[in-house]
Nanobody
């Protein structure tokens, strides 16, 4: 059974940093990435990585860094210079090469206080 399990969310002060991790299992993934959803807003792409290429939302460029350990099926999101606007539930996303389906993690809350 394909699963994505996130960790690393929490409460941080504005200007601080957090690192999110996502472990994928039971599949090989092409694209892996992170989305987020703030209260009352639509889910939006934060960052994605595929074949060494990365893509970032404009709002996080220069502050967030996505990386991946293919051997361990892990994807990370290093978040620096956090602001209150980054407060959201962050979801890990991956596209499975094996099943040709998209998968989502359960979500991890990131709260940035002023």
């Amino acid at each position: 059974q394909v699963q994505l399990v996130e960790s690393g969310g929490g409460l941080v002060q504005a200007g601080g940093s957090l690192r999110l991790s996502c472990a994928g299992s039971a599949s090989i993934f092409s694209v892996m990435g992170w989305y987020r959803q703030a209260p009352g807003k639509q889910r939006e792409l934060v960052a994605a990585i595929s074949g060494g290429r990365t893509n970032y939302a404009d709002s996080v460029k220069g502050r967030f860094t996505i990386s991946r350990d293919n051997a361990k099926n892990l994807v990370y999101l290093q978040m620096n210079s956090l602001t209150r606007e980054d407060t959201a539930v962050y979801y890990c996303y991956a596209h499975s090469i094996s099943t040709h389906r998209d998968y989502w993690g359960q979500g991890t809350q990131v709260t940035v206080s002023s």
